[in-house]
């Protein structure tokens, strides 16, 4: 399937929303994807569609089988191989930490030229209101729609800054938004041919933060800033002194009111004993991965248990030398 001929999958009251996964992930994806269907209505037609490049059959029909009995929600898989290879390899600089499919939202304005707006989320969200209501939002005559991003070291490394304001051409990192959850406005983006943009910016990026800097550095000045509602870290639990200047009661109040849980960096399969993490287990519980989620939770487990056990011993052995 070509770009051309992906269209909208309903006439009416369609609401698109990409993601981007490959077959590692697919796990993670399943839990946003069951969150964003029981949060739908019955009144708006769900237009999914997957950017993927590598996402196996079987996992794909796993994945369909989330949508049965569900006739105002689809879901389509659209490859990202050729785009990929089209592109120079050299152009798309990852830090390790990220997936090479983190990139493949940059590819969302080409895929979805058919639309007029789409929303894009990251596969690691739990989304806990009617996605039709983002969509729905007035970004104007912005290009594209984010929140900020929240943790303030990026803002604060002098180097990331630096590159993204010499090197990128960033202007202000105090609206440096996150690429968790973004709003494309596609025919405003086509009028304006950022597209080149991208594939400039992203050849100079030097990967700090893969696609987010380089969609802050390329929409910079053309991006609505969302409602952090939109867009809340979980670990803005545990990893406080990481955030912006927020106080616990705003904190609070952006945990318990999230229209969008993001979990970044590390995931509830890491870390399922902080707060809130109960929410995403409620629904991973119900996907048809969940085993495949819990091995990788205990899996994890079980290597920091291996790696806590080893650095005792490395540190009683260093001691008894002394």
Request: overall charge negative; aromatic content about 12%.
């Amino acid at each position: 399937m070509s770009a051309t001929d992906l269209k909208p999958a309903f006439n009416k009251n369609n609401i698109p929303i990409f993601y981007t996964s490959d077959d590692n992930y697919v796990d993670m994806l399943s839990v946003s994807i069951l969150s964003l269907v029981d949060n739908s209505s019955e009144e708006n037609n769900y237009d999914i569609v997957i950017l993927e490049d590598g996402i196996n059959k079987y996992s794909k029909q796993i994945l369909l089988t989330i949508l049965q009995g569900k006739p105002n929600i689809s879901l389509r898989f659209f490859s990202v191989t050729d785009f990929v290879k089209k592109s120079n390899s050299e152009t798309w600089k990852l830090p390790q930490s990220l997936s090479p499919a983190s990139y493949y939202i940059l590819f969302t304005p080409l895929v979805a030229c058919n639309y007029s707006k789409v929303i894009y989320l990251d596969c690691d969200t739990l989304v806990q209101t009617d996605i039709s209501n983002l969509l729905r939002i007035d970004i104007r005559n912005h290009c594209c729609a984010a929140a900020l991003d929240p943790n303030c070291d990026i803002a604060a490394d002098l180097n990331v800054a630096k590159h993204l304001c010499d090197d990128l051409g960033f202007k202000d990192m105090s609206n440096y938004v996150n690429s968790g959850i973004v709003v494309f406005n596609i025919q405003k983006i086509n009028e304006a041919n950022i597209y080149d943009k991208v594939v400039d910016i992203a050849h100079k990026n030097k990967g700090y933060f893969g696609d987010q800097d380089v969609l802050n550095a390329a929409y910079d000045g053309k991006i609505f800033v969302l409602d952090q509602l939109w867009n809340v870290f979980w670990g803005l639990i545990f990893e406080r002194e990481k955030m912006r200047n927020l106080s616990d009661s705003e904190i609070e109040h952006l945990l318990d009111n999230a229209y969008i849980i993001h979990f970044a960096g590390q995931k509830p399969t890491q870390k399922p004993n902080e707060p809130y993490a109960a929410k995403w287990w409620m629904y991973a519980r119900r996907t048809p991965f969940y085993e495949r989620l819990l091995h990788k939770s205990l899996t994890y487990g079980f290597k920091q248990i291996f790696h806590d056990s080893y650095c005792s011993s490395i540190q009683n052995s260093w001691d008894n030398l002394k």
